[in-house]
Antibody
Framework: EVQVVESGGGLIQPGGSLRLSCEASGFTVSSNYMNWVRQAPGKGLEWVSIIHDGGITYYGDSVKGRFTTSRDNSRNTIYLQMNSLRAEDTAVYFC????????????WGLGTLVTV | QSALTQPASVSGSPGQSITISCTGT?????????VSWYQQFPGKAPKLIIYDVINRPSGVSNRFSGSKSGNTASLTISGLQAEDEADYYCSSYTTSGTWVFGGGTKLTVL
């Protein structure tokens, strides 16, 4: 069964750092694109970052230069390192898989809440 | 990376059809057929219901359909049911290699 589980959220002071984890099961993260998507309380979805199967990463404008996505193939896990956190980064952070085909977010985790 | 434009809310009676629009630009919706739609219930994770503009994942009701014309994509739900009441989001791949979501549409079944 395909599953992704996020962890690492919590309460952090502005300017602080936090690292989120997304552990996958039922598939291999290094053979897929993996994304972080966030949702502020009462607001819509905002795409945050993607790591391609080849390791290339892209980021949304609001987090570029502050957030870094990485991958540990041995743990089948991706990470989101968040630095210089701001109040506006407060959100539920979802991990979502994008298989090469279709190019969409087909499996999502339940999310982890980050409060700044 | 401006968000795609969706109506904030739509409503319809059971059995009716509704359409939710999603307007982007030539750098996202207009550039590729990589438009997808998601259904989200309160406190839950989003669920993929349409991908590649028109395709439904296995298990998604055929009452959901998608289309695209130029820079605007649309989601139509036919035979509206009370269980369809949820938030709906569109998304598109962009020419920058990034993704963008719409602001979301709250569907109310009257």
């Amino acid at each position: 069964e395909v599953q992704v589980v996020e962890s690492g959220g919590g309460l952090i002071q502005p300017g602080g750092s936090l690292r989120l984890s997304c552990e996958a099961s039922g598939f291999t993260v290094s053979s897929n694109y993996m994304n972080w998507v966030r949702q502020a309380p009462g607001k819509g979805l905002e795409w945050v970052s993607i790591i391609h199967d080849g390791g290339i990463t892209y980021y949304g404008d609001s987090v570029k230069g502050r957030f870094t996505t990485s991958r540990d193939n041995s743990r089948n896990t991706i990470y989101l390192q968040m630095n210089s956190l701001r109040a506006e980064d407060t959100a539920v952070y979802f991990c979502a898989r994008t298989p090469v085909r279709p190019l969409a977010f087909d499996y999502w985790g339940l999310g982890t809440l980050v409060t700044v | 990376q401006s968000a795609l434009t969706q109506p904030a809310s739509v409503s319809g009676s059971p059995g009716q059809s509704i359409t939710i629009s999603c307007t982007g630009t030539s750098r996202d919706i207009g550039a590729f057929n990589y438009v997808s739609w998601y259904q989200q219930f309160p406190g839950k994770a989003p669920k993929l219901i349409i991908y590649d503009v028109i395709n439904r994942p296995s298990g998604v009701s055929n009452r959901f359909s998608g289309s695209k014309s130029g820079n605007t994509a649309s989601l139509t739900i036919s035979g509206l049911q009370a269980e369809d009441e949820a938030d709906y989001y569109c998304s598109s791949y962009t020419t920058s290699g990034t993704w963008v979501f719409g602001g979301g549409t709250k569907l109310t079944v009257l």
